[in-house]
């Protein structure tokens, strides 16, 4: 099975332009809040209405600007779970999965019974949304989507309005049920850790528009692009000028630094992430920069320290630097000396 | 002695009125929810009866069903006028209180979660479907207090009234119009009785709304917390 997405829509405030294809996998688009994530998904399961392009999913058209082809939501069998999943409220766990299978009434009841046994709900039937806690309301609806025969799953956001612990629950039931369920899914969310555990291949999204799509371990390797680099968490970015094959200037930070790799010519950003900071007894090693502390932040297990070099004036971006706390207390904090190594640094074009 | 027809002729007429725009004011209201463009347009021409004078709407009235209008004519021609009839004071108290059924409706219905929609569309379940078994019960406050309201407006109906179908005793007049009567004969005694009797009714079917409502509150069937983004 195989999905295929090639289209754009004019929003408020950038248009959304996206093309990919997603095949018998679990397929993340991975993007800050409002950059269009949904938006896409919605105009896949016909909610929302793109401007011109095609849509296909197992060879069926869904959506063709050029032919005017554009089938109902109920035509297009995609599941599409929200991030309150959306339970009917005046409907118990049994009519909600009810409403939603087709057939006669004894195929009906069978297709119920399935789905309640599989997603573990017995004993909860008559049981109102309100009543069930948050993981059971997620196994009442994947048991609304499958009751209603859906191909795709789509996922939009599922844990982001969840505390952390209750998310961690949900998340270890969700990647259980994927890995149960074989369909072709696609998976929304602003969080590089749950993609990144949940998904095999991730699409990087910003302002409407589709920046890398790629393996997961190659993106977070080389994210390639500064929104992809802030995407997946590193929390240093600067921009950069080339000097020479192996020498660049990052001028948010002020610093003239050595690069393992060859530099290439278009290089615009460079990215540093804040736990590969290593700490030097001597000034002289390669890329070493006396520290100047700017702010100290404690975290939960950690210490986030702001930073500058030590020669750059006030102007210059501080850097994030973080490591453990007894790392921290025991440094001894007259003279720091930091190097960032060159093989860490992250060389991006745009 | 004073006769009851003006109350059997403001509950009759409110009961029929609220029935019609029951029905109208739901349908208006989930067209005007569904649809994009001209939204404010429509909304504006529906909630109008609402804030004109009711001495406009009357006027309005008369000139579309009036003697000389289309369809006045077009029912002259089958034998029958609308003006100064009893239906016409139906037509007034629809007209004047439907903008409360629609307004209250449609409120209700984009009160509801957007996703619930969405999510029964994927879902395969026909729009039919969606509006009875899910828009509607889940709106059902916003439906009863729109009728409680709906109702109590076209019993307090006076102007437009008076101006289409006028305060022939027997016929036309309500229990607003007879207050009005009694006031220009100078007979206080019917004046206070009909007073205290709308009073007395409008109160009772509030409080009555209320008390249901609070009884609500507490059911099984709340909104789970928490919206789409």
Redesign the interface.
């Known amino acids: 099975m195989s999905l295929i997405v090639n289209i754009t829509k004019k929003l408020n405030n950038f248009t959304l332009n996206v093309d990919f294809n997603v095949e018998d996998e679990i397929f993340a688009m991975l993007g800050a809040s409002g950059c269009g994530k949904s938006m896409t998904l919605k105009c896949i399961a016909g909610i929302e209405t793109p401007d011109n392009g095609h849509i296909e999913f197992n060879k069926k058209v869904l959506f063709d600007s050029k032919k005017s082809i554009n089938l109902l939501p109920q035509k297009r069998h995609i599941g599409y779970l929200f991030q309150n999943y959306a339970l009917f409220p005046n409907m118990t766990v049994r009519e909600n999965i009810l409403f939603a299978a087709d057939g006669n009434k004894a195929e009906k009841n069978k297709i119920v019974e399935k789905n309640i046994k599989r997603f573990h709900l017995q004993g909860l039937e008559n049981n109102y949304p309100a009543s069930l806690s948050g993981g059971q309301q997620q196994r009442t609806a994947f048991a609304r989507i499958l009751a209603a025969r859906a191909e795709l799953l789509m996922l939009d956001e599922p844990f982001s309005a969840l505390d952390s612990y209750l998310k961690w629950q949900l998340e270890l039931e969700l990647s259980e049920l994927l890995e149960r369920y074989k369909k072709t899914t696609l998976f929304v969310s602003h969080n590089r850790d749950e993609v990144y555990r949940l998904c095999s291949r991730i699409a990087v999204m910003d302002q409407g528009n589709i920046e890398v799509i790629s393996d997961k371990y190659e993106l977070f390797n080389d994210p390639r692009t500064a929104a992809a680099t802030i995407l997946t968490g590193c929390k240093n970015i600067s921009h950069a000028k080339k000097i020479d094959a192996h020498h660049l200037y990052a001028s948010d930070w002020q610093l003239t630094l050595t690069c393992r790799r060859e530099i290439p010519d278009n290089l615009t950003y460079i990215g540093f992430r804040a736990h590969f900071f290593k700490i030097e007894n001597e000034p002289d090693a390669a890329n070493c920069f006396p520290c100047q502390i700017d702010r100290v932040i404690e975290d939960t297990f950690s210490f986030v320290i702001m930073i500058r070099s030590a020669e750059a004036d006030t102007s210059a971006k501080t850097m994030r630097w973080e490591l453990s706390k007894n790392s921290w207390l025991n440094l001894s904090k007259k003279a720091i000396f930091l190097s960032i190594p060159e093989e860490k640094i992250i060389l991006l074009k745009k | 002695m004073i006769d009851y027809y003006p109350l059997f002729i403001s509950v009759k007429t409110s009961c029929i009125a609220t029935i019609i725009a029951f029905f109208t004011g739901i349908y208006a209201a989930y067209i005007i929810v569904k649809i994009k463009r001209f939204k404010g347009i429509l909304d504006a021409i529906l909630t109008l009866p609402l804030v004109l004078p009711p001495t406009v709407v009357g006027f309005l009235l008369l000139i579309a069903f009036g003697k000389n209008s289309i369809i006045g004519q077009l029912l002259l021609k089958m034998g029958y006028s609308l003006v100064f009839s009893w239906e016409a004071t139906v037509l007034a108290a629809v007209v004047v209180s439907f903008p409360l059924m629609y307004r209250t409706t449609r409120g209700a219905f984009e009160q509801i979660?957007k996703?619930?929609i969405?999510?029964?569309?994927?879902?395969?379940?026909?729009e039919w479907?969606i509006f009875w078994?899910?828009m509607l019960?889940?709106t059902r406050h916003g439906l009863i207090a729109g009728v409680i309201l709906t109702f109590t407006r076209a019993l307090g109906e006076f102007g437009a009234t008076i101006m289409v179908a006028g305060n022939i005793p027997k016929v036309t007049q309500t229990i607003s119009t007879a207050i009005y009567s009694a006031v220009q004969a100078g007979d206080n005694t019917a004046a206070v009785f009909w007073v205290g009797i709308i009073i007395s009714f409008s109160f009772i079917v509030i409080v009555l709304m209320n008390f249901w409502l609070k009884y609500n509150e507490d059911s099984?069937?709340?909104?789970?917390?928490?919206?789409?983004?």
């Open positions: 979660d996703n619930i969405y999510a029964a569309q994927t879902l395969g379940i026909s479907k078994h899910i019960p889940n099984k069937m709340k909104v789970p917390a928490g919206n789409g983004g």
